[in-house]
């Protein structure tokens, strides 16, 4: 059979559950070294090697960090480095029982023959690479590609995405690693929410057929969507509960229940906003554990708070901790602002 009964198996569930457990969430901290860039930039650092390991430092190692976050993507540089003291971060994360992630894919390039649309690469070469992923202690892996409301989207571009986010699941499952599929559908443009559901709708549909044809372990997988929202230049904002709605009618529609963890994106959404939108998700009844895997509604304060200074990296761990528990209490639909 043809099937991934690959010796991971019972691994890649155990993973999953692991990431997936109550009132934590994932730590997205795998911006590629340019979109580091730009965050240190936003402080006046410079993009260099130092500077981001100093910041990924801070994080990694947050005191108490493992109540509330189960697992941190990483990128490439950041899954080999180690702290100033010479401790791997991976090793910083097991301590936490914190599952190290990576992301695998290769970054957005144009989609010829597309409505201006894009595509991921990095399926080449990518069973070798998560292999060694693996050995260096990843337990699960991230690919990223995006959806246009604006420019369509077309039929060519969701397919692409679809049939892409399915390889790599199948590649990452056959390597240990459980796969985030996730297919991000930018906040950009002035349409409405029911626009985005039904986009929403056409991806993950697509992104089913794909995953089931090409035998991937629903159970060993995670999901990372977008909230339905509208779109960030419609004329009116949706309130957490219709965001909630909204959101929930998409997943009982295309998520089948055996999927063990759903870890939204922010997208843009403010620090508040994004664990207000988790919180009303978690006040409706469903079969899913709903969290989330953010990386700027994590990280935003944390920036401002450090500025590049060692002595203001305890302030920014406090403040990494205030948003990690806010969205943990979100996750268990608790929160109150
Ligand atoms: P944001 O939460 O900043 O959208 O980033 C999450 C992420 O990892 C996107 O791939």
Redesign the pocket.
């Known amino acids: 059979l043809p099937i991934r009964a690959s010796s991971y198996k019972d691994e890649l569930v155990q993973t999953a559950k692991s990431i997936a457990s109550p009132g934590r969430g994932i730590l997205?901290i795998?911006e590629s070294n340019a979109t580091c860039g730009k965050r240190l930039a936003s402080i006046g650092l410079d993009n260099t090697e130092v500077n981001r390991q100093a910041y990924r430092q801070l994080l990694l190692t947050t005191p108490g960090l493992g109540e509330y976050i189960s697992g941190a993507?990483l990128f490439e540089e950041t899954l080999y480095q180690s702290t100033t003291d010479g401790k791997k971060f991976v090793d910083c994360l097991h301590d936490e029982n914190i599952v190290p992630g990576i992301?695998v894919d290769k970054g957005l390039v144009p989609l010829p023959g597309s409505n201006n649309e894009s595509w991921c690469q990095g399926l080449d070469g990518l069973a070798s690479r998560s292999a060694e992923y693996y050995k260096q202690g990843a337990r699960f892996a991230?690919w990223?590609t995006v959806v246009s409301i604006p420019c369509g989207p077309s039929a060519l571009a969701v397919r692409e995405a679809a049939w892409g986010l399915a390889r790599y699941a199948a590649i990452s499952q056959d390597n240990g690693l459980v796969p985030i599929v996730?297919p991000?559908i930018l906040l950009d443009g002035d349409h409405g929410i029911e626009r985005t559901l039904e986009v929403a709708e056409r991806v993950w549909a697509e992104v089913f057929y794909y995953l089931a044809e090409n035998n991937v372990v629903f159970e060993g997988i995670l999901l990372?969507p977008s909230m339905v929202t509208p779109g960030a230049e419609h004329k009116e904002k949706a309130c957490p509960e219709t965001i909630a709605k909204y959101t929930l009618t998409m997943l009982k529609r295309r998520v089948p229940p055996a999927v063990p963890g759903i870890m939204f994106?922010?997208?843009?959404?403010s620090e508040v906003e994004?664990t207000l939108n988790l919180n009303a998700m978690n006040q409706c009844p469903n079969p899913w554990h709903v969290s989330f895997?953010?990386?700027?509604?994590?990280?935003n304060t944390v920036l401002k708070t450090w500025q590049g200074r060692p002595e203001n990296v305890e302030a920014a761990q406090k403040a990494l901790l205030v948003r990690a528990k806010a969205n943990s209490l979100a996750q268990l639909g608790k929160y109150s602002a």
């Open positions: 997205a795998d993507i992301k991230k990223r996730e991000e990372k994106l922010s997208g843009g959404q994004a895997s953010y990386a700027r509604a994590l990280q």
